[in-house]
C-alpha cells in the first residue's frame, strides 16, 4: 500500500537560522511594546558579557544578543558557555533537562592566489595552472556564497562538575565623569559641549555636539548620551562604514538609532558602570525599531553585529587612554619619589 502520509521535510540551516532569528526579534519587540528593550532595564550585566568557557573568547553579534536574552529568562549568573561535544571532549555532562541555546555561524571563503614573496608574482603548480588557496573570514564581507551553519551553547553552570564561575574583584567605585571625560579624549572625532538643547552626532561634519554637562539629569545620563553619540560616530565611511545618513523616520534611521543603543547596553556591561536608558528621545524610536524589525527581521543580524563592532571599537581606543593615562601617573608617582629622596 502506498504510503499517503509525507515526510516532514527537513529545515536546512538557514531555514533553521531565520525561524531562531524571528523568536528574537519578536522577544525583542514584545519588550520594546512594553516600553523598554530588556526587562524593565533591570538585568544581570554578566549576562551581556557571554564568553567561551574555554577560551573566554566573547561571543559578538547577534548570538551575543540571544545568550544574554536566554541568561536573563533562566536566571545564569556564569557568563561562561561551551558546546556538548567540547563538554564531552573534557569529560564532563550536560545536567539532566538543561536545553541548549541556539546559536548560528556564518562562515566565507574566497579563492586567493598564492603570490611568491621574493618574486611577487603568481606561483603556478606543476600543469602551469596558478596556485590559489582557500581564505577562511568569519566577517561579514560581499561574497555571494557563505558556508550557513549551527550550533547549541550550553551555560556552564548546567555542566556537571564543571569549575564553578569566580566572580572577579569588585572594582573600586568609578567616577562617572572621569570615564566620560577618557571617552572624550579617546574620541575619532571632536566632541563639544555647546549651550544648545540637542545632543547629536553629524555624519557630515565628523562632529559630536552635547548640551553641558551639567544640566543633565544625571552624571549617568550624561554618559550614556555621549556613548550613544559616538556609537554613531563609528559609522563613519572611514571607520566602520554603515549607512549613517538617513532621513529621520525612515527605516534606515531607526536601524542606526537600534545599534546605536545596542552598542551602549554592550558598552555597559563591559564597563561594569550604570548608564541611564530612559532617555525619552531614544526611548521615543521604539515605534520606528518595533516597524522596522517587524518588516525585515533578518535586519537583526545586521544591527547586532554592527553594535558589537561598534562597541569594541570605543572599548579598544578608551582602553588605550586608560593605559596612558595610567602610564603618566606612574611616572608622575616616580618622579615625585625621585624628589622625595
Known amino acids: 500500500m502506498e504510503n499517503t502520509k509525507q515526510k516532514k521535510k527537513k529545515k536546512s540551516s538557514k531555514e533553521k537560522i531565520e525561524e531562531n532569528r524571528k523568536k528574537i526579534v519578536d522577544r525583542l519587540i514584545s519588550n520594546m511594546e512594553k516600553g523598554y528593550i530588556f526587562s524593565e532595564w533591570a538585568w544581570n550585566r554578566k549576562a551581556f558579557l ?12 547577534i548570538n551575543r544578543l540571544n545568550l544574554s536574552f536566554e541568561a536573563i529568562e533562566r536566571n545564569y549568573n556564569d557568563p561562561r558557555w561551551l558546546t556538548l561535544r567540547k563538554a564531552n571532549e573534557m569529560g564532563y555532562t550536560i545536567k539532566s533537562g538543561a536545553k541548549g541555546v541556539f546559536c548560528e555561524k556564518w562562515i566565507w571563503q574566497k579563492l586567493e592566489k598564492v603570490i611568491n614573496k621574493e618574486t611577487g608574482e603568481v606561483e603556478k603548480d606543476e600543469d602551469g595552472n596558478e596556485k590559489k588557496i582557500i581564505i577562511v573570514i568569519e566577517i561579514i564581507i560581499n561574497l555571494k556564497h557563505p558556508i550557513i551553519n549551527y550550533f547549541y551553547l550550553y551555560n556552564a553552570s548546567e555542566i556537571e562538575g564543571f569549575p564553578p564561575f569566580i566572580e ?23 566632541i563639544e559641549e555647546k549651550f544648545q538643547e540637542k545632543a547629536f552626532y553629524s555624519p557630515i561634519e565628523d562632529t559630536i555636539t552635547l548640551p553641558p554637562r551639567k544640566y543633565f539629569k544625571s552624571d549617568e545620563a550624561f554618559l550614556g548620551t555621549l556613548l550613544h553619540e559616538m556609537s554613531h560616530s563609528t559609522g563613519k565611511e572611514k571607520r566602520l562604514n554603515r549607512d549613517i545618513i538617513n532621513i529621520f523616520g525612515t527605516e534606515k534611521y531607526a536601524l542606526e538609532e537600534l545599534t546605536a543603543e545596542l552598542s551602549c547596553v554592550f558598552l555597559e556591561s563591559e564597563l561594569d558602570v550604570d548608564i541611564d536608558f530612559t532617555r525619552q528621545d531614544h526611548i521615543n524610536y521604539f515605534n520606528s525599531w518595533i516597524k522596522a524589525l517587524k518588516n525585515k527581521p533578518n535586519e537583526l543580524y545586521r544591527v547586532c553585529n554592527n553594535a558589537s563592532k561598534s562597541c569594541n571599537r570605543l572599548i579598544e581606543n578608551y582602553e588605550k587612554v586608560i593605559i596612558f593615562e595610567n602610564k603618566k601617573d606612574t611616572i608622575m608617582e616616580l618622579s615625585e619619589l625621585d624628589e622625595s629622596l
Open 50 to 61: 557571554p564568553r567561551n568557557a574555554i577560551t573566554g573568547t566573547p561571543y559578538q553579534g
Open 168 to 190: 572577579p574583584e569588585m572594582k573600586k567605585e568609578s567616577n562617572i565623569l572621569n570615564i566620560a571625560d577618557s571617552f572624550i579624549v579617546s574620541s575619532e572625532c571632536p
